[in-house]
């Protein structure tokens, strides 16, 4: 069954209809004093992407086709980005990012070997994917008050070896492109742009991930807008973004925008069966391409209300600057909160854990940020890597800062009550 036949359509009107009641009936609750809850994250999806995912299920097309193609064209449309290659996680995106870069079929590329700088606050599968490649990443500390990676520590890094910077935009704030830009210029360095969790940020009026040679997105299901698990890699590079999609699925050239470029090198090979390169499996499906369609229109609402939330609770903990430092927006930046992160500055007459047990015990979710110092991970311990200086500003993060809920589901309410309980837990230091 492949299309939607008219005696089949009134029975998916039905379904649709269905589907849409019962989320009306099961809409999550609006915050409720006598139970507070706020959640590190809820759903941002409901009726409207079920039906489609429902939709694109009865077509039985369900693999890797033209409603990922049509999501990654749109995605591109939004922000002005040449070419996007959807993947399966913000982790695949990063691992095609690195696999592409070091190909024998990217110009300009990375070689084994050389050293990529990154940010100490990072995620795991930001710096994994470049170690499985060959890559050595070098950890530089941050700036305290943006949370971001400080170009000063960028350029005391810098080394023979260094060919590459793979900034995090973290929590959405955008890192400072102006330095960073003029660092990878200066030194002949190519721009990795992890904007995992900075959809929606821009710098200067730009979106992230159009500064760097490739930027990589996650919609995971608790990020900006979500496909359940899913991502996508954005170039300007056509050569590159072929290259990531050879390397998408299997290695095989039938997704690139110009097959024959391959294929007529290798008449004698079945053309639908050619293997170019070493490639992995990171497609996502026709499911989540669909529901992304839907979620994208949607985005630009869900990072006003984060916005509405991060500016009450910058006015709201400002109070407690003596001890309670909050994310800085990075100037000429536009951040798109991922969550709020809050820091207990040294010297604070309580401790990390306290602030975490107050807001726990008052059902306020909590989590610490990205992974920390990544240089403190086991995981990096046995492979090769290099870091810059002592990394105390992404170990104090790690040791004395956590998060909470800054999504489109807090609603007024429950944005007055963390500050309430803010109050509550403060009331014996102030
Ligand atoms: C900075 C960063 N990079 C990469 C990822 C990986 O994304 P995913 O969970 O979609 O694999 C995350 C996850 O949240 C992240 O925070």
């Known amino acids: 069954m492949t299309q939607t036949s008219p005696e089949a359509a009134q029975p998916l009107q039905d379904i649709h209809e269905r589907v849409a009641a019962y989320f009306e009936a099961h809409a999550p609750a609006a915050f409720d004093p006598a139970n507070p809850k706020v959640r590190l994250h809820e759903p941002t999806f409901g009726a409207d992407e079920i039906n489609a995912v429902l939709d694109t299920m009865l077509t039985t097309w369900v693999t890797m ?14 922000f002005g980005f040449a070419h996007g290659v959807m993947n399966n996680s913000g982790s695949s995106a990063n691992l095609l990012a690195a696999a592409a870069l070091t190909s024998p079929g990217a110009e300009d590329g990375l070689k084994a070997g050389d050293e990529v700088i990154v940010s100490a606050l990072s995620w795991s599968t930001t710096v994994w994917p470049l170690v499985q490649h060959g890559l050595v990443p070098v950890i530089v500390d941050i700036d305290p008050a943006t949370l971001n990676i400080d170009p000063a520590e960028i350029e005391r890094a810098i080394g ?3 060919r590459a ?10 890192c400072d492109m102006t330095a960073i830009g003029g660092i990878c210029e200066r030194h002949g360095l190519t721009l990795i742009e992890d904007c995992c969790e900075a959809l929606g940020a821009e710098y200067g009026g730009k979106p992230v991930g159009r500064f760097g040679r490739i930027g990589t997105f996650s919609f995971y299901f608790s990020h900006h807008m979500t496909t359940v698990e899913g991502g996508i890699c954005v170039t300007d590079d056509g050569g590159l973004a072929d290259v990531m999609r050879i390397l998408r699925s299997h ?19 079945d053309p639908r069966f050619l293997f170019v390169d070493l490639g992995y499996n990171l497609r996502p499906t026709e499911m989540q391409a669909a529901m992304g369609s839907v979620q994208l229109p949607k985005l630009a609402s869900f990072v ?3 916005r509405e939330s991060a500016r009450f609770f910058t006015d709201a903990l400002a109070a407690y600057d003596p001890v309670l430092a909050v994310q800085r927006e990075t100037d000429g930046g536009s951040h798109s909160w991922f969550g709020f992160p809050v820091t207990v500055r040294d010297g604070a007459p309580f401790g990390v854990a306290e602030l975490r047990r107050h807001l726990e015990a008052a059902g306020i979710e909590t989590r610490p940020i990205i992974c920390g110092n990544i240089a403190k991970q086991p995981g ?3 492979q090769p890597h290099r870091t810059q200086g002592d990394l105390r500003h992404a170990s104090h993060v790690m040791d004395h800062a956590i998060s909470f809920g800054c999504h489109q589901s807090v609603d007024a309410p429950a944005r007055r009550y963390v500050a309430e309980q803010f109050a509550a837990f403060m009331k014996p230091y102030v």
């Not at 409603?67 to 591109?76: D, L, P, S, T, W």
């Open 65 to 78: 086709g033209k409603r990922v193609i049509e999501f990654e064209k749109a995605y591109g449309r939004a």
């Open 160 to 162: 023979p070896k260094t």
């Open 165 to 174: 910077v793979m900034p995090v935009h973290v929590y959405g704030n955008p």
């Open 251 to 269: 290695g095989w050239t039938r997704d690139t925008e110009d097959p024959a470029r391959f294929n007529d090198r290798h008449p004698d090979i």
């Open 304 to 306: 006003a209300a984060r």
């Open 380 to 382: 990096l311990q046995s």
